[in-house]
Structure formats: C-alpha cells, structure tokens
Nanobody, 124 residues
Framework: QVQLVESGGGLVQTGGSLRLSCAAS????????MGWFRQAPGKEREFVAT????????SYADSVKGRFTIARDNAKNTVYLQMNNLKPEDTAVYYC?????????????????WGQGTQVTVSS
C-alpha cells in the first residue's frame, strides 16, 4: 500500500507558477498510475492530469493542457505537477492519487489511495 504526502501549494498571482510534489512511501511506487485532481469550494473533485507507471505517457484535462506538466521520478518515489500561467479558476485544493488503473483513467473513484491535499490560491 502506498501512502501519499503533497507539498508545494501556496498563494500566487495570476500568471505565476507553482510546482507541487507528492512523495510516496512504500517500495512499489512504480507499480501505480499517478494522478492529480483538484477540488474547489462547492464543486466536485475534478481530474487534472495522470501519468503512466513508467512516466512515458501523460494525460491532461483540457482546462490545464499547455499550462501544467505532470512528471514522476520513480527513483525518488515522487510525482510532480508543474503549474505555469496560473489563473484564478485554478484555485483549489490539489490532491495526488495512486491506483492500479490504466494511465488515462480520469475517474477519481478509480484511484485507491489519496494524499491529504495542498491548497493552491491564485489571486487576480
């Protein structure tokens, strides 16, 4: 079983950048598809990005494509989310998740393990 801890959130102005990290415990990190999701107040949790076990394949929500980049370092048991050109509508709690699922899986309920979340706030 993998345990996940996110970090890197914060307050940034419109157009700014942040890099989120998600550190996983356990020795089987590379067995899991990793994903990032977000949840804004009063809204459902939504898909942001996923990455395959090897890191060779990625998938993005249309709303973040071209601005966000997901990457993983299996040697460090860590997945990252580089967020550029941030907009106020990106404000949310960001969660990383792991699951034994196809890498393009966008349904939150398919992922078995979640981190505690990290707040990202983009001011206008």
């Amino acid at each position: 079983q993998v345990q996940l801890v996110e970090s890197g959130g914060g307050l940034v102005q419109t157009g700014g950048s942040l890099r989120l990290s998600c550190a996983a415990s356990g020795r089987t990190f590379s067995d899991y598809t990793m994903g990032w999701f977000r949840q804004a107040p009063g809204k459902e949790r939504e898909f942001v990005a996923t990455i395959s076990r090897s890191g060779g394949s990625t998938s993005y929500a249309d709303s973040v494509k071209g601005r966000f980049t997901i990457a993983r370092d299996n040697a460090k048991n860590t997945v990252y989310l580089q967020m550029n050109n941030l907009k106020p509508e990106d404000t949310a709690v960001y969660y990383c998740a792991s699951g034994r699922v196809p890498f393009a899986t966008r349904v939150a309920g398919a992922y078995a393990t979640w981190g505690q979340g990290t707040q990202v706030t983009v001011s206008s």
